[in-house]
C-alpha cells in the first residue's frame, strides 16, 4: 500500500497570506491527524478528523482548521499566516477501530515558511 | 503543554553499544508509543505499549513502561549508525484531556551513533 503522502513538501509565504495543505491517507484509514512541529514548541496536536467530522481538538486559535472528504482525504487552511506559523506540518493516518491511541502512520510533511 | 518530557535530550554513543532513551508523562494514559524521526521527515512508529503491560520487544528495541511512576524506557541494543535520529515518546491519554488518535509528544531525544 501507498503511504501518507502529503502535498506540497515546501511552501514559502508571506505574513497575512492563508495556505491550504493537502493529505491522503493509506488506503482504508478513516482518520486523519494534524500536527505541527517547531523548534521551540516541539510537536503539538492540531486536529483529528473521522468520516468528515472533526473529532478531536488541539489548543490552536481559529485560524487554524481542517476538513476531510468522503474519501478520507484531508485539508488543513491556515489564514493570516504569521511568522511563528513556520513550521512542519505532519499529516497521520490511522485505521481506526474506536479504540483510543491507535497507531499512527505519518506522511513526509509539509515544510512552511512565512516572510 | 507538552504531556512527556525526555531524557537525555542528546545521546552520543558508538556503533555496538546500546542506547537508553527515558520517557516521563503526567496523567493517567491508554497507551504509550515510541516514533523515530530523521533528520525533519515524517515519523515512523516504533512500539506501541499498553498501560497493563510492563515490558514489550521488537528485535533489537525493548520498551517499559511503569505506570506507578508514570515513565516509559525505550532501549536500543547493538546501536547501528542507521539508528541516528531523533526519538520521540507519545501517550494516547484517557479521560477529557485525550480520546480517539490525539497523541501527546515529548520533546525527543536526539540519539547520533558514531561508526
Known amino acids: 500500500k501507498a503511504g501518507v503522502t502529503q502535498t506540497p513538501r515546501y511552501l514559502i509565504k508571506t505574513r497575512g497570506q492563508q495556505v491550504t495543505l493537502s493529505c491522503s491517507p493509506i488506503?482504508?484509514?478513516?482518520?486523519v491527524s494534524w500536527y505541527q512541529q517547531t523548534p521551540g514548541q516541539g510537536l503539538q496536536f492540531l486536529f483529528e478528523y473521522f468520516s468528515e467530522t472533526q473529532r478531536n481538538k488541539g489548543n490552536f486559535p481559529g485560524r487554524f482548521s481542517g476538513r476531510q472528504f468522503s474519501n478520507s482525504r484531508s485539508e488543513m487552511n491556515v489564514s493570516t499566516l504569521e511568522l511563528g506559523d513556520s513550521a512542519l506540518y505532519l499529516c497521520?493516518?490511522?485505521?481506526?477501530?474506536?479504540?483510543?491511541?491507535?497507531?499512527?502512520?505519518f506522511g513526509p510533511g509539509t515544510r512552511l515558511l512565512v516572510l | 503543554s507538552q504531556q512527556g518530557e525526555e531524557d537525555p535530550q542528546a545521546l552520543s554513543i558508538q556503533e555496538g553499544e546500546n542506547a537508553t532513551m527515558n520517557c516521563s508523562y503526567k496523567?493517567?494514559?491508554?497507551?504509550l508509543q515510541w516514533y523515530r524521526q530523521n533528520s525533519g521527515r515524517g515519523l515512523v512508529h516504533l512500539i506501541l505499549?499498553?498501560?497493563?503491560?510492563r515490558e514489550k520487544h521488537s528485535g533489537r528495541l525493548r520498551v517499559t513502561l511503569d505506570t506507578s511512576k508514570k515513565s516509559s524506557s525505550l532501549l536500543i541494543t547493538a546501536s547501528r549508525a542507521a539508528d541516528t535520529a531523533s526519538y520521540f515518546c507519545a501517550t494516547a491519554l484517557t479521560g477529557d484531556s485525550g480520546g480517539y488518535n490525539k497523541l501527546i509528544f515529548g520533546a525527543g531525544t536526539r540519539l547520533a551513533v558514531h561508526p
Open positions: 488506503s482504508g484509514h478513516r482518520s
Open positions: 497521520a493516518s490511522s485505521l481506526d477501530g474506536g479504540s483510543v491511541g491507535a497507531t499512527q502512520y
Open positions: 496523567t493517567s494514559i491508554n497507551n
Open positions: 505499549i499498553r498501560s497493563n503491560e
